[in-house]
Nanobody, 122 residues
Framework: VQLQASGGGLVQAGGSLRLSCAASGRTVSNYAMGWFRQAPGKERVFVAHVSWAGSSTYYSDSVKGRFTISRDNAENTLYLQMNSLKPEDTAVYYC????????????????WGQGTLVTVSS
C-alpha cells in the first residue's frame, strides 16, 4: 500500500483545513486507516482512525469534536477535516493503514505516507 498525504499549509487559529491521503497498491478498501501527527521535538501520536467501511471512527481527546475523519473507497482517498484549529495542532500529519481497526499505537500501523505540514498561527 502506498500513501500520499496532502493539504497541509498555514492557517490562523480558528480556521479550517482538509487533509487528503491518496492510497494505491493493494485493495485499500480492505484496510483500516488513520491519521497521526508529530509536533517538533515530540513523538508521533494518534489523531483519528476509521474502519475499512467507514462505519467506525475513533478520535484522540485533543481533537474530538473539531476533527472529522472520513474515507471514499471508490476514490481510494482518506480525509481529515480539521476545524477550529489551535496553535497546538501544529505538526506534520501522517496517514497510515493497517489490516484491522481498533488500535491507536503507532507501531501497529504497517503503511505510512510521507506527511504534510500543518502550521496554525495564533
Amino acid at each position: 500500500v502506498q500513501l500520499q498525504a496532502s493539504g497541509g499549509g498555514l492557517v490562523q487559529a480558528g480556521g479550517s483545513l482538509r487533509l487528503s491521503c491518496a492510497a494505491s497498491g493493494r485493495t485499500v478498501s480492505n484496510y483500516a486507516m488513520g491519521w497521526f501527527r508529530q509536533a517538533p521535538g515530540k513523538e508521533r501520536v494518534f489523531v483519528a482512525h476509521v474502519s475499512w467501511a467507514g462505519s467506525s471512527t475513533y478520535y484522540s481527546d485533543s481533537v474530538k469534536g473539531r476533527f472529522t475523519i472520513s474515507r471514499d473507497n471508490a476514490e481510494n482517498t482518506l480525509y481529515l477535516q480539521m476545524n477550529s484549529l489551535k496553535p497546538e495542532d501544529t505538526a506534520v500529519y501522517y496517514c497510515a493503514a493497517r489490516m484491522w481497526f481498533g488500535t491507536t499505537a503507532v507501531g501497529d500501523y504497517a503503511y505510512w505516507g510521507q506527511g504534510t505540514l500543518v502550521t496554525v498561527s495564533s
